[in-house]
T-cell receptor, first 109, second 116 residues
Framework: GEDVEQSLFLSVREGDSSVINCTYTDSSSTYLYWYKQEPGAGLQLLTYIFSNMDMKQDQRLTVLLNKKDKHLSLRIADTQTGDSAIYFCAVSGTYKYIFGTGTRLKVLA | GAVVSQHPSWVICKSGTSVKIECRSLDFQATTMFWYRQFPKQSLMLMATSNEGSKATYEQGVEKDKFLINHASLTLSTLTVTSAHPEDSSFYIC????????????FGQGTRLTVV
């Protein structure tokens, strides 16, 4: 079946850039998403990219997609303490979405 | 983006009772809705996919008699946790997908269920 993998933890200093990576197996994925989840809260959609794009930038967020390697990344520029959360990538198949394992980002002041 | 409303946001119930969680797409029609469960510090596990007017498709290992899903209209799906037990305590999240394959899905804010 489909598989979506992320590294579990990432720690960065405030002001640095964060890069969160995601690999997936389903080559038919059309939409690829990044979600943020703060403790005890639901999912917040950060951004998403359509599979015919290589890059998408939205303010401090940059999404890179390498379809050949089935690799998705999220770069957060000028990371702030408020960015500390769990970040999930999600990929869409024809009829359902599969989530990655989540990356816990910790921002050190 | 489109709005998906999930209700209630949190609920506490006694063991043995049933709890119903609603998922509504407020400004679009969703032929397909998904229900996910999230254990503490873990990812979201897809429980089932429901299509309007037909029976839900459950993922392997999910008890369909335990987690009843109804998708009676294009804007509403419900998840009923029957005869709840403490191990059913979890965070349940729904998402609704616009009509057609390979379309965007939007997520509710989640429901935290605690069974005591």
């Amino acid at each position: 079946g489909e598989d979506v993998e992320q590294s579990l933890f990432l720690s960065v200093r405030e002001g640095d850039s964060s890069v969160i990576n995601c690999t997936y197996t389903d080559s038919s994925s059309t939409y690829l998403y990044w979600y943020k989840q703060e403790p005890g809260a639901g999912l917040q959609l950060l951004t998403y990219i359509f599979s015919n794009m290589d890059m998408k930038q939205d303010q401090r967020l940059t999404v890179l997609l390498n379809k050949k390697d089935k690799h998705l990344s999220l770069r957060i520029a000028d990371t702030q303490t408020g960015d500390s959360a769990i970040y999930f990538c999600a990929v869409s198949g024809t009829y359902k979405y599969i989530f990655g394992t989540g990356t816990r980002l910790k921002v050190l002041a | 983006g489109a709005v998906v409303s999930q209700h209630p946001s949190w609920v506490i119930c006694k063991s043995g009772t049933s709890v119903k969680i609603e998922c509504r797409s407020l400004d679009f029609q969703a032929t397909t809705m998904f229900w996910y469960r999230q254990f503490p510090k873990q990812s979201l596990m897809l429980m089932a996919t429901s299509n309007e007017g037909s029976k839900a498709t459950y993922e392997q290992g999910v008890e369909k008699d335990k987690f009843l899903i109804n998708h009676a209209s294009l804007t509403l799906s419900t998840l009923t946790v029957t005869s709840a037990h403490p191990e059913d305590s979890s965070f349940y999240i729904c998402s609704a997908r616009k009509q057609g394959p390979n379309t965007e899905a939007f997520f509710g804010q989640g429901t935290r269920l605690t069974v005591v």
